[in-house]
């Protein structure tokens, strides 16, 4: 099984009508004392995403770090392509290194000083989901001694360009952010009073498959990002309908958007002392699932 050490997650929420992007160098300064130069909003969120989530703990060197993102480096690539296409000239070559997606993972192995390996994953809706199964993978087959898993995903402005690559409309509340959990394989000894511990994850490609799965939730934490039929709402158990929410629309302007309601689901469960389920839907109509155990240490008398 795999233990969870630590979690950070920042959402970020962009009114369109005052489309301001936070400054993102208050989450790296206390982290690093380097001043890092010539980066950009991509990187910031995964620098400033991964330094928050390690604080001040030591990772063994060979950590693993999976990266999670549907958009990528968005306003970079956009830079890009406009010198290149409107302007007729060759692209700064700082720019032209930053449009690839594990620019930012050198970035962040380099301050925390890992030598493991570096993964970008992008797979549409289920982008975290795929970096957090290969993690688990690789920690469960001793590949790594622990792993660092992240999802970022930038506002790009002008807004109306980024509603555009979205399909959405461009007014509202766009969203951004960093997310990131601290994984390793658990051991016997453990230093902490209460802790959670990853199960396998499971895909499953229907509503037929994914039944099954589900009906030993019933007194657990549910973090739900999957849009739901009539005729499915009704099949599914009583508990899991009494939960179901209707999806915010801001959560399709925000690739990994399922990554924050994971690390919320995990400070409940911690909370709240319980079992939880992580289940995301993709358009495709497929289903990922993340059981996620509640530990306690047992006190000898």
């Not at 620098?47 to 990772?59: H, W, Y």
């Not at 010198?83 to 925390?112: Q, S």
């Amino acid at each position: 099984m795999i233990k969870l050490l630590s979690r950070f997650s920042s959402l970020h929420n962009i009114d369109s009508d005052e489309p301001v992007l936070p400054d993102l160098k208050a989450l790296i300064a206390p982290w690093t004392e380097e001043r890092i130069r010539r980066i950009d909003r991509y990187i910031e969120l995964c620098v400033a995403g991964g330094l928050n989530c390690v604080a001040q703990q030591k990772l063994p060197a060979h950590t693993g770090v999976y990266l999670a993102t549907r958009f990528g480096a968005i306003t970079t690539s956009a830079k890009v392509m406009e010198t290149i296409i409107a302007e007729g000239d060759m692209p700064k070559p700082l720019h032209f290194v930053n449009t690839l997606g594990n620019t930012a993972c050198f970035y962040l192995t380099r301050l925390l000083k890992t030598t493991g390996h570096t993964l970008v994953i992008s797979q549409e809706q289920f982008s975290f989901e795929a970096a957090l199964f290969h993690a688990l993978i690789d920690l469960q087959q001793g590949n790594i001694e622990a792993a660092l898993v992240g999802g970022i995903d930038e506002v790009a402005l002008p807004i109306v360009h980024q509603a555009e690559r979205l399909g959405v409309n461009a007014s509202g509340i766009f969203t951004e952010g960093t997310h990131w959990l601290l994984l390793e394989k658990n051991t016997a000894a453990s230093n902490s009073d209460a802790w959670l511990q990853f199960l396998p994850a499971i895909y499953c490609n229907d509503l037929e498959t994914l039944l099954p799965h589900v009906q030993g939730y019933a007194s657990s934490g549910l973090s739900l990002v999957a849009d739901f039929s009539e005729q499915e709402r009704a099949r599914l158990p009583d508990f899991f309908q009494e939960k179901l929410t209707t999806p915010d629309t801001n959560v399709h302007r925000h690739g990994v958007y399922s990554a924050a309601s994971l690390i919320d689901l995990c400070e409940r469960l911690l909370a709240e002392k319980q079992n939880g389920l992580h289940l995301v839907r993709n358009a495709e109509g497929h289903f990922f699932l993340q059981p996620i155990t509640y530990m306690q240490a047992q006190v000898t008398p």
